[in-house]
């Protein structure tokens, strides 16, 4: 078995074969995910933690949210304003623009997926 040097100021393996190559460039793969992970968190400008970090590295961050269940989300955070700041008949309206659009999107949405 052959030994295996790590120069820590190269962060390579000192390998004389073919082997040292592909650990290096395996290497060199996983330092560049770490950094453009670690880049795309610290510009996104939100606080995130080291779990984070590491689920994003390994590809699995959660999903972005789908344009019809932030219309729901928005539909139900406006049902409860009827009454303080909103009239019956605007919620209404803004009700049914809500539904048009999710059934648009839902109707998009199965039409790409056939």
């Known amino acids: 078995m052959q030994k295996i040097k790590l120069e820590c100021s190269y962060r390579k393996l000192s390998l004389k074969d073919k082997q040292g190559s592909v650990i290096n460039r395996n290497i060199d793969v996983i330092h560049r995910k770490a950094n453009d992970a670690f ?3 610290r510009f996104s400008r939100e606080i995130f933690s080291i779990d984070e970090l590491v689920d994003k590295i390994k590809g699995e961050e959660n999903r972005p949210t789908l344009l019809i269940d932030f219309l729901e989300d928005g539909k139900q955070a406006m049902l409860k304003r009827v009454g303080v700041d909103i009239t019956k008949q605007l919620i209404t309206s803004m009700v049914e623009v809500l539904n048009t659009c999710r059934n648009f999107l ?9």
């Open 106 to 114: 839902q109707e998009r949405l199965t039409s790409r997926t056939i």
């Open 39 to 41: 880049d795309s968190l």
